[in-house]
């Protein structure tokens, strides 16, 4: 299995590179990744959990790093991240089915 810890420690240095050489990229992404919390509708827990959930589904391994670590410093609990991910589980199949849909279609043309 992957060592956590040490990935996120090589990615943090691998997005500092890239900080250096497209700021504005970075800047993007940091007012797009804070925008949601400042509404203050969903607290810190719920959003990690969200997060750590799409980084399932998008096969994210840096996001699963770091929401991971952030969701249980926010007090998720192992039984809630566990449920975050069933919802991941249950999306991903569910996507399967609506484009297995598609390829039926696809096949009738």
């Known amino acids: 299995m992957l060592d956590w810890n040490n990935y996120r420690k090589e990615l943090a240095g691998r997005?500092?590179?890239l900080a250096q050489l497209s700021p504005g990229?970075?800047?993007?992404?940091?007012a797009l990744a804070s925008a949601g919390s400042k509404?203050?509708?969903?607290?810190?827990?719920?959003?990690?959990?969200?997060?750590?959930?799409?980084?399932?589904t998008?096969?994210?391994?840096?996001?699963?790093a770091v929401h991971t670590k952030a969701a249980k410093a926010a007090g998720a609990t192992k039984e809630e991240?566990?449920?975050?991910?069933?919802?991941a589980v249950a999306l991903n199949a569910g996507a399967a089915m609506v484009y297995s849909a598609?390829?039926?279609?696809?096949?009738?043309e």
């Open 15 to 17: 997005m500092g590179e």
């Open 58 to 64: 998008t096969r994210c391994d840096g996001c699963i």
């Open 81 to 87: 991240i566990a449920e975050a991910l069933g919802v």
């Open 25 to 30: 990229t970075m800047e993007g992404y940091k």
């Open 102 to 108: 598609r390829a039926l279609d696809a096949l009738g």
């Open 39 to 56: 509404t203050g509708h969903l607290d810190a827990k719920t959003r990690e959990l969200i997060a750590l959930a799409v980084g399932v």
